[in-house]
């Protein structure tokens, strides 16, 4: 089980970011509710100086307000916050909040001074996201063509497909695809995706994947040749 101190602090926040270096969510391969227990932690979202966990609280922000959490996870203890639970998926009503948080001011001593406006702001949007999580809300999606060229007429194009389509993530579906005469015996691989936008960014894909080792073994350029939002 992994373990976290308190994440208000600095200590907390850069054990997080050497956690975050070499992973994408807090345990396992796919967000959970380890992830959610430690995105509802954070008082507020992490400047730019943790660049790690502020590029995973991003991307846990916009899972939650497109299709939520739903795997378990292997467990996950940070100070001060217990583990995310069913019941604390639901959003209480303001009054009720504020009761709770009178209630718990009088029971408990705060170590860390009184939480600011701000930061109560901030943890109300994150809890509301939490709850609208729950009701997998869709987000925008575009269906882009893409034309991809080979090095020359005896580049093996199956082989260039395969390799395109084994560029996988979430958000990024592979369609349809056809082979098109550019000349001297050149084809070019034309071929269809559509992508969640707030997830996939097809020129990143296009600078970060389609066109390095080792797809670029097969592939000379690619071109966007229609991007329409569906």
Known sequence: MVAFSNLSSDAG??????????????????ASKDDITVFTALSKPPTSEYVNVSRWFHHIDALLRISGVSAEGSGVVVEGQSPITEEAVATPPAAESKA?????DDDDVDLFGEETEEEKKAAEERAASVKASTKKKESGKSSVLIDIKPWDDETDMKKLEESVRSIQMEGLFWGASKLVPVGYGIKKLQIMCTIVDDLVSIDT???????????????????IVAFNKI
Request: charged residues 30%.
């Open 100 to 104: 709770a948080a009178e209630e718990e």
């Open 205 to 223: 894909m296009i600078e970060e994947q389609l066109t390095v080792e080792p797809i670029n073994e097969y592939v000379q350029s690619c071109d």
């Open 13 to 30: 926040l850069k054990k997080l970011d050497e956690h975050l270096l070499t992973r994408s969510y807090i345990t396992g391969y796919q």
